[in-house]
């Protein structure tokens, strides 16, 4: 599988933002998704994690309540909304494949797509 993210941008802390991460292959469906993020001079940390069939979700402490991960399995895309956004989840984001759900660390990870900028200015 290969993946494509998609809709960063910059918006105004309390705003909000779609991001997608598309994805190709036949067999999208069973691939756990995961979302990170890098802020400039941190390691990268996980944000969400959705199961292949979509009925398990998981989120990071700092974005639970906040922002809501979702799948389509067609058309092979993941979505991850972000409301009340905030300066400090300004970072890049990065869409990543497994085929095992339950690891929620970056090096777990060996499917990446691109990342794509979010700016939350305050």
């Known amino acids: 599988v290969q993946l494509q993210a998609s809709g960063g941008g910059s918006v105004q802390a309390g705003g909000s933002l779609r991001l997608s991460c598309a994805a190709s292959?036949?067999?999208?469906?069973?691939?756990?998704i995961t979302w990170f993020r890098q802020a400039p001079g941190n390691e990268r940390e996980f944000v969400a994690a959705?199961?292949?069939?979509?009925?398990?979700?998981h989120y990071a402490d700092s974005v639970k309540g906040r922002f809501t991960i979702s799948r389509d399995n067609a058309p092979n895309t993941v979505s991850l909304r972000m409301n009340s956004l905030k300066p400090e989840d300004t970072a890049i984001y990065y869409c990543?494949?497994?085929?095992?759900?339950?690891?929620?660390?970056?090096?777990?990870?060996?499917?990446w797509g691109q990342g794509t900028l979010v700016t939350v200015s305050s």
């Open positions: 990543a494949a497994r085929t095992i759900y339950g690891s929620f660390n970056a090096a777990s990870y060996t499917i």
């Open positions: 292959g036949r067999t999208f469906s069973t691939y756990t």
């Open positions: 959705i199961s292949g069939s979509g009925s398990l979700t």
